[in-house]
């Protein structure tokens, strides 16, 4: 996503402009009257000039959601809302586009003026009804600046990279995981929900650059009933992962093993099509007797073996052939 400048509420814009506007001078026009018509318009032009820009910048950086991919469309409805982040984006365009209407009819008024105190009458006016057109939208103009602050947050995801996804309940181990395994500096603190977003990560394996993406915690629980972090990691499985690792934590201090299980068993069926690898975490706690892969991210155990799993499993992803393979040729 592309930087976005700090939305202005509508108190703001007013101040800015009008400040403007009263700072217009003209030359001498042959006559009082003629000179202050020039004013006139000149204030009137300063002021619709003023809005224009303000609301052309926000309609150039705010992105345009029919250019989005899936995942950032998506991900951009759970955290603001998609219809509302347009209707707000059509109010500004809307005020802006009347604005410049009233100024050319107050044109065309200032022309006709017969006197000094009809011209008054009319940049009263003037400024009154932009006043009131800015005010209007002012619920809309605090929406951008909140949906701004939202937007920036949003990680920069290249959809062209090998994507490994980290899955499980709160608490396996996903962060830490990340940590160990690539660039990602996410912040870890024992308590359920500890990731509020997702946290990418990168690491080179043998020349190939891959893709680490840490999701918030999941709950087996239906898709209505998912809070929006839990629908942040469901939006990054179902658009981003080549590779699913999916942490379970034998402790049970995240969750018991039969629940892990379940949602395990959920996500295998809810996204059939990707490669999954299945882990046991916290292995420097508990150990258990089975064929599962054995990692503890807090020591470093069995990190090198998942690397090599992982390189291996992405091999038969669709990604694989469609960058790897060429590449190999």
Same mark, same amino acid.
């Given at each position: 996503?592309?930087?976005?400048? +700090?939305?202005?509420?509508?108190?703001? =814009?007013?101040?800015?402009v009008?400040?403007?506007?009263?700072?217009?001078s003209?030359?001498y026009?042959?006559?009082?009257l *003629?000179?202050?018509?020039n004013?006139?318009?000149?204030?009137?032009?300063?002021?619709?000039?003023n809005?224009?820009?303000?609301?052309?910048?926000? %309609?150039?950086?705010?992105? +345009?959601i029919?250019?989005?991919?899936?995942?950032?469309?998506e991900l951009?409805?759970?955290?603001?809302?998609?219809?509302? *982040?347009h209707h707000?984006?059509? @109010?500004?365009?809307?005020?802006?586009?009347?604005?410049?209407? =009233?100024?050319?009819?107050?044109? *065309?008024?200032?022309?006709k003026?017969?006197n000094?105190?009809?011209?008054?009458? /009319?940049?009263?006016e003037?400024?009154?009804?932009?006043?009131?057109?800015?005010?209007?939208?002012? #619920? %809309?103009?605090?929406?951008?600046?909140?949906?701004?602050?939202?937007?920036l947050k949003?990680?920069?995801?290249?959809?062209?990279?090998?994507?490994?996804v980290i899955?499980g309940?709160p608490?396996?181990?996903k962060?830490t995981?990340?940590k160990?395994?690539?660039?990602?500096?996410p912040?870890?603190?024992?308590?359920?929900?500890?990731t509020?977003?997702?946290? /990418?990560?990168?690491?080179?394996?043998?020349?190939?650059?891959?893709?680490? /993406?840490?999701?918030?915690?999941?709950l087996?629980? #239906?898709?209505?009933?998912?809070? @929006?972090?839990?629908?942040?990691? =469901?939006?990054a499985?179902?658009?981003?992962?080549?590779?699913?690792?999916? *942490?379970?934590d034998?402790t049970?201090?995240?969750?018991t093993?039969e629940?892990?299980?379940k949602?395990?068993?959920?996500?295998?069926?809810?996204?059939?099509?990707?490669?999954?690898?299945?882990? %046991? +975490?916290?292995?420097? =706690?508990?150990?258990?007797?089975n064929?599962?892969?054995?990692i503890s991210?807090?020591?470093? %155990?069995g /990190?090198?073996?998942?690397?090599e799993?992982i390189?291996?499993?992405?091999?038969?992803?669709k990604?694989?052939?469609?960058?790897i393979? #060429?590449?190999?040729?």
């Open positions: 996503m592309k930087e976005i400048p +700090t939305v202005l509420r509508s108190d703001e =814009i007013l101040d800015k009008l400040k403007r506007a009263s700072a217009v003209v030359k026009a042959g006559s009082k *003629l000179t202050e018509k004013k006139t318009m000149a204030k009137i032009d300063c002021v619709a000039s809005i224009n820009q303000i609301f052309l910048k926000y %309609e150039k950086h705010f992105p +345009t029919e250019k989005l991919n899936e995942f950032q469309k951009l409805d759970i955290l603001v809302g998609c219809q509302q *982040l707000a984006l059509g @109010a500004i365009k809307w005020c802006n586009q009347t604005v410049k209407k =009233i100024s050319a009819s107050m044109h *065309l008024r200032v022309k003026a017969g000094i105190e009809d011209l008054e009458k /009319i940049r009263k003037y400024y009154g009804r932009v006043s009131s057109l800015i005010k209007q939208i002012a #619920p %809309e103009l605090e929406f951008l600046n909140h949906a701004r602050d939202v937007i949003i990680p920069s995801i290249d959809m062209n990279l090998p994507t490994i899955s309940f608490n396996v181990g962060s995981l990340v160990r395994i690539s660039s990602a500096e912040d870890i603190a024992p308590y359920p929900f500890t509020k977003g997702l946290i /990418i990560g990168h690491a080179k394996f043998n020349m190939v650059e891959y893709q680490f /993406i840490d999701t918030p915690g999941l087996d629980r #239906p898709v209505e009933q998912r809070n @929006a972090i839990e629908k942040q990691a =469901i939006v499985l179902k658009h981003l992962a080549d590779v699913i690792v999916f *942490l379970i034998p049970g201090y995240s969750g093993v629940e892990q299980e949602l395990l068993a959920s996500l295998r069926r809810e996204f059939g099509n990707t490669v999954f690898i299945v882990v %046991e +975490t916290k292995a420097d =706690i508990l150990r258990r007797k064929s599962r892969l054995k991210a807090e020591t470093g %155990e /990190i090198e073996k998942l690397i799993r390189r291996e499993k992405f091999k038969e992803t990604k694989y052939a469609q960058i393979e #060429p590449q190999n040729a």
